[in-house]
């Protein structure tokens, strides 16, 4: 499966990459939930809680390029996050990886979480970062590329639920979160204390 079937709006993209695969140093992983993000108001899909919502910048440009490409950025100055580019070349967007369930190289994620997680791997964009092995150095490789430390291997669809994104404050009721039911390492929803009151964010 290439990167041309995420190269459409970032909500069909987001549904796409529900049960696709993520593998890389070490561990493969079932991507169970993501978060679509659009970009500027002059793009089809304008986000105001997307990093590209004022264009361009040296620390987004990854997800102004083609789909199928990997963009990382510290949340907190803590995590590190993991987004797969989506829709067209020139025009932003991108679904940040939630939650995956760890399918192959449990230990190996076990090592990297330590001692005291004992179930849901990769619940979280950084816990998920954390289990794979993926830094900041990734930024900017191709997911479909052979020679690149992680990649993504797509699937057949799958029926998904959804709702409002977690922990935004802008765009806070947009129901652009997409999981896949029954599995634990799904987030629990947190509204940020930030948002407006639901109905007026958006």
Do not use: K
């Amino acid at each position: 499966m290439s990167a041309e079937r995420l190269a459409t709006d970032p909500v069909t993209a987001a549904r796409r990459l529900l049960g696709a695969q993520l593998t890389g140093r070490g561990v493969r992983a079932m991507i169970v939930e993501v978060e679509a993000y659009g970009g500027p108001p002059d793009c089809p899909w304008p986000d105001a809680a997307s990093h590209s919502f004022r264009g361009p910048r040296p620390r987004n440009m990854v997800m102004f390029g083609p789909a199928g490409y990997l963009y990382t950025y510290v949340s907190h100055g803590i995590h590190v996050c993991a987004n797969v580019v989506a829709t067209y070349d020139g025009v932003p967007g991108a679904v940040l990886i939630r939650a995956a369930a760890v399918e192959d190289g449990v230990d190996v994620a076990h090592s990297r979480r330590g001692a005291v997680v004992t179930a849901a791997l990769a619940r979280g964009p950084g816990n998920l970062c954390s289990a794979l092995g993926i830094t900041m150095a990734d930024n900017g490789i191709d997911l479909f590329s052979d020679a690149s430390p992680i990649r993504l291997t797509l699937g057949e669809p799958h029926t998904a639920m959804s709702g409002p994104r977690v922990g935004v404050s802008t765009a806070a009721d947009r129901p652009w979160r997409f999981w896949l039911p029954a599995y634990p390492e799904v987030s629990a929803y947190r509204r940020s204390p930030r948002a407006p009151a639901p109905g007026l964010s958006d």
